[in-house]
């Protein structure tokens, strides 16, 4: 994890008497750690400066304790150098969207392709993927491949090598069809090469896209903040993708292009998976990295696997609607909890009881059976799962490798959460289920009443 030993220095820090001291020698290992973790040295320097000057500087406020009021500040610190505290702009400012994905040779740029493509299509947008990667040899092939699996179009014009011509008419063809979404995929770039940059250049100045998306390897190392300045001067970067986030990678160059360019890290690729692609969240960051947000218990996790659902989301729940976007989000969140029957035994507000002839097992095998049903469905049917007739059934089993009778087995169960849902539609119930509203529905909810 990137920055693990800051956990410990904050403890070392926590232990000692000495304020002063004990604020020197936190800088001096915060310093190390940050190095150890590829960040930049001019930006190692500049954070560790403002700490220390801040720590014996400024005065606490009444009633907080000189520790606390440190913790406040390698807290703040360490925040401003992702980006602070403003969320990433995740929904699209307007119809159609265009996002050009740019990055170096090797740092997963396609794949993330798909991953972005498959998170926006799971938000209820129609998206389109573009091939424009002339250079590399079957990049056309693996994206096409990569949008059959998730029920996604891709343009392609395998065997022309004008790039720009391919983006700007890949674009022209999804924009003429209505789609909301349309992501370009570049052939990836050598920051010397100064012949591909010059036609990333051209392909932005053809298609002026909405969003251009820098995709990073987190093992990139210091020099990501080189790539990343040489990249933005090519083209105005609008955020950034952190890929391989799964590894050993320490990741700290990607936070060293966030500095250089003044973009923000928007997603980050925790894993090979197509699902594998999450909000950044920084805060949450960096309170695991200070060890003052770790997860011991499963109340907490339930917690945390309903910071996915958003206001839009929660919003559906109370109103009692369901559809298969909300179910899918409901079972990936579930199987990253870990043992299914730990998790059914232990969800606050019910005192469920699992049959000891229940086979966990079996119904998580189920639970992977209905995920791949579900990315099987197109967008019509994930937003009304009753159109679904015998003839669609057999189309989305086929497509997931799957039986009738397990795609009609889901839709029982929909139907059978779908009635809940209706008799939960209270606020209190919802929270008991571990569900967060957001403040403004917590406002409606006090309005309405």
């Not at 220095?9 to 936190?26: D, G, I, R, W």
């Given at each position: 994890?990137?920055?693990?030993?800051?956990?410990?220095?904050?403890?070392?820090?926590?232990?000692?008497?000495?304020?002063?001291?004990?604020?020197?020698?936190?800088?001096?290992?915060?310093?190390?750690?940050?190095?150890?973790?590829?960040?930049?040295?001019?930006?190692?320097?500049?954070?560790?400066?403002?700490?220390?000057?801040?720590?014996?500087?400024?005065?606490?406020?009444?009633?907080?304790?000189?520790?606390?009021?440190?913790?406040?500040?390698?807290?703040?610190?360490?925040?401003?150098?992702?980006?602070?505290?403003?969320?990433?702009?995740?929904?699209?400012?307007?119809?159609?969207?265009?996002?050009?994905?740019?990055?170096?040779?090797?740092?997963?740029?396609?794949?993330?392709?798909?991953?972005?493509?498959?998170?926006?299509?799971?938000?209820?947008?129609?998206?389109?993927?573009?091939?424009?990667?002339?250079?590399?040899?079957?990049?056309?092939?693996?994206?096409?491949?990569?949008?059959?699996?998730?029920?996604?179009?891709?343009?392609?014009?395998?065997?022309?090598?004008?790039?720009?011509?391919?983006?700007?008419?890949?674009?022209?063809?999804?924009?003429?069809?209505?789609?909301?979404?349309?992501?370009?995929?570049?052939?990836?770039?050598?920051?010397?090469?100064?012949?591909?940059?010059?036609?990333?250049?051209?392909?932005?100045?053809?298609?002026?896209?909405?969003?251009?998306?820098?995709?990073?390897?987190?093992?990139?190392?210091?020099?990501?903040?080189?790539?990343?300045?040489?990249?933005?001067?090519?083209?105005?970067?609008?955020?950034?993708?952190?890929?391989?986030?799964?590894?050993?990678?320490?990741?700290?160059?990607?936070?060293?292009?966030?500095?250089?360019?003044?973009?923000?890290?928007?997603?980050?690729?925790?894993?090979?998976?197509?699902?594998?692609?999450?909000?950044?969240?920084?805060?949450?960051?960096?309170?695991?990295?200070?060890?003052?947000?770790?997860?011991?218990?499963?109340?907490?996790?339930?917690?945390?696997?309903?910071?996915?659902?958003?206001?839009?989301?929660?919003?559906?729940?109370?109103?009692?609607?369901?559809?298969?976007?909300?179910?899918?989000?409901?079972?990936?969140?579930?199987?990253?909890?870990?043992?299914?029957?730990?998790?059914?035994?232990?969800?606050?507000?019910?005192?469920?009881?699992?049959?000891?002839?229940?086979?966990?097992?079996?119904?998580?095998?189920?639970?992977?059976?209905?995920?791949?049903?579900?990315?099987?469905?197109?967008?019509?049917?994930?937003?009304?799962?009753?159109?679904?007739?015998?003839s669609r059934m057999k189309r989305i089993a086929y497509g997931a490798g799957a039986s009738i009778n397990d795609v009609r087995e889901l839709l029982k169960q929909y139907e059978a959460m779908k009635k809940l849902m209706k008799t939960l539609r209270r606020k209190d119930v919802l929270k008991?289920?571990?569900?967060?509203?957001?403040?403004?529905?917590?406002?409606?909810?006090?309005?309405?009443?």
């Amino acid at each position: 994890m990137v920055f693990e030993g800051v956990k410990e220095a904050l403890k070392k820090f926590l232990s000692q008497e000495k304020y002063e001291e004990a604020v020197n020698e936190f800088v001096r290992d915060l310093q190390r750690e940050l190095i150890k973790s590829d960040v930049n040295l001019k930006l190692v320097s500049e954070i560790s400066s403002r700490i220390k000057q801040r720590a014996l500087n400024e005065k606490p406020p009444p009633g907080v304790s000189r520790k606390n009021w440190f913790i406040t500040i390698v807290y703040e610190e360490l925040l401003r150098l992702l980006g602070g505290e403003k969320k990433p702009v995740v929904k699209p400012g307007k119809k159609p969207w265009i996002i050009l994905l740019v990055g170096l040779q090797g740092s997963g740029k396609t794949t993330t392709a798909g991953k972005l493509a498959y998170f926006y299509k799971l938000e209820g947008y129609k998206v389109g993927l573009v091939a424009a990667d002339t250079y590399r040899p079957a990049a056309y092939e693996q994206l096409k491949q990569l949008g059959e699996k998730i029920g996604v179009p891709v343009y392609g014009e395998p065997g022309e090598t004008d790039a720009v011509e391919i983006a700007r008419r890949g674009v022209e063809y999804f924009v003429q069809r209505g789609f909301d979404i349309v992501i370009i995929d570049t052939a990836g770039r050598h920051h010397r090469e100064e012949m591909l940059l010059e036609e990333m250049k051209e392909i932005y100045k053809a298609v002026n896209p909405d969003e251009i998306i820098l995709v990073i390897d987190a093992a990139i190392g210091q020099q990501a903040y080189n790539i990343a300045k040489k990249f933005h001067e090519a083209t105005p970067i609008g955020s950034i993708i952190v890929t391989k986030l799964d590894g050993t990678a320490k990741g700290g160059g990607a936070l060293s292009a966030v500095a250089a360019t003044g973009a923000r890290i928007k997603f980050i690729g925790t894993g090979e998976k197509i699902e594998d692609l999450e909000v950044f969240k920084p805060q949450r960051f960096i309170s695991r990295v200070l060890g003052l947000g770790d997860i011991e218990s499963l109340v907490e996790s339930v917690k945390k696997m309903q910071l996915e659902f958003t206001e839009e989301d929660a919003k559906k729940l109370i109103e009692g609607k369901l559809n298969m976007r909300l179910v899918y989000k409901q079972l990936l969140s579930m199987r990253k909890l870990g043992p299914l029957r730990k998790v059914l035994q232990m969800i606050p507000g019910f005192e469920l009881k699992i049959p000891m002839e229940v086979d966990t097992k079996e119904l998580e095998k189920k639970m992977d059976k209905w995920i791949a049903i579900i990315n099987s469905m197109t967008y019509e049917e994930l937003d009304n799962p009753e159109i679904i007739d015998r003839s669609r059934m057999k189309r989305i089993a086929y497509g997931a490798g799957a039986s009738i009778n397990d795609v009609r087995e889901l839709l029982k169960q929909y139907e059978a959460m779908k009635k809940l849902m209706k008799t939960l539609r209270r606020k209190d119930v919802l929270k008991k289920l571990g569900i967060q509203l957001p403040e403004s529905l917590e406002e409606e909810e006090g309005a309405g009443k």
